[in-house]
Nanobody
Framework: QAQLVENGGGSVQAGGSLRLSCSNSEANFDRNVCMAWFRQVSGKEREGVAA????????YYTTSVKGRFTISSDKAKNMAYLEMNNLKPEDSGMYYC????????????????????WGQGTQVTVSS
């Protein structure tokens, strides 16, 4: 099972930016690997934020972050990133990296039950 480690969370004011990173210890990014970011606020269900297929760069976003967040991956480093700009207080939460080895499932990329490996999470706090 892949080991995922997230970094880059922190506290920023609304309008600010953060860049999250996720290292994947075992995947071959030249294959059809899906790397995704989910977030969870206490008391709410975990929601999909963005996902990317590492070998072709196809990406998916939840509606609320389109135009503000960018997901990317680096094959050479086995890393995935989430660049978050123009952050809003409602973006606050624990952000988790997840992966699965058979693509992102197209329009169902946000289904957390499809992902077999998860990181420990990194906290993002956006103040108004």
């Amino acid at each position: 099972q892949a080991q995922l480690v997230e970094n880059g969370g922190g506290s920023v004011q609304a309008g600010g930016s953060l860049r999250l990173s996720c290292s994947n210890s075992e995947a071959n990014f030249d294959r059809n690997v899906c790397m995704a970011w989910f977030r969870q606020v206490s008391g709410k269900e975990r929601e999909g934020v963005a996902a990317i297929i590492t070998n072709d760069g196809s990406s998916y976003y939840t509606t609320s972050v389109k135009g503000r967040f960018t997901i990317s991956s680096d094959k050479a480093k086995n890393m995935a990133y989430l660049e978050m700009n123009n952050l809003k207080p409602e973006d606050s939460g624990m952000y988790y990296c997840a992966t699965r080895g058979a693509g992102c499932g197209g329009g169902t990329w946000y289904r957390q039950s499809w992902y077999g490996s998860w990181g420990q999470g990194t906290q993002v706090t956006v103040s108004s």
